[in-house]
């Protein structure tokens, strides 16, 4: 069984940090594949389409991130450990969502195309208080 299972969401006040974390778990993780899949961060917030928030590559740890988060948002990876996480600062009430981590083989860090990525996770709410 494949896995992503998201943690570390809950709610914060404007100008405030969270850091997700994604553990990835199952046959098609297992060491040494993980290392082989670019993982990403996507967040949908109410009546919104599901938006692409940051990438990062499976080979050479290459890093994307849209405007809307760039300089705010970071993106990390533990190959040893299956994790992927993100740090987020300075967040703000536009911020709030749900926050999906996302796996695809191989593919590029700037993939922003949901229907790219082969595995998802459940979601963590990530709720900026005003």
């Known amino acids: 069984q494949v896995q992503l299972v998201e943690s570390g969401g809950g709610l914060v006040q404007t100008g405030g940090s969270l850091r997700l974390s994604c553990a990835a778990s199952g046959r098609a993780f297992s060491a040494p594949t993980f290392s082989r899949y670019t993982m990403a961060w996507f967040r949908q917030a109410p009546g919104k389409e599901r938006e692409f928030v940051a990438g990062i590559s499976w080979i050479g740890g290459r890093t994307y991130y849209p405007d809307s988060v760039k300089g705010r948002f970071t993106i990390s990876r533990d190959n040893s450990k299956n994790t992927v996480d993100l740090r987020m600062n300075s967040l703000n009430p536009e911020d709030t969502a749900v926050y999906y981590c996302?796996?695809?083989?191989?593919?590029?860090?700037?993939?922003?195309?949901?229907?790219?990525?082969?595995?998802w996770g459940q979601g963590t709410q990530v709720t900026v208080s005003s």
């Open positions: 996302a796996a695809r083989l191989y593919g590029s860090e700037r993939s922003d195309n949901r229907d790219d990525y082969n595995y």
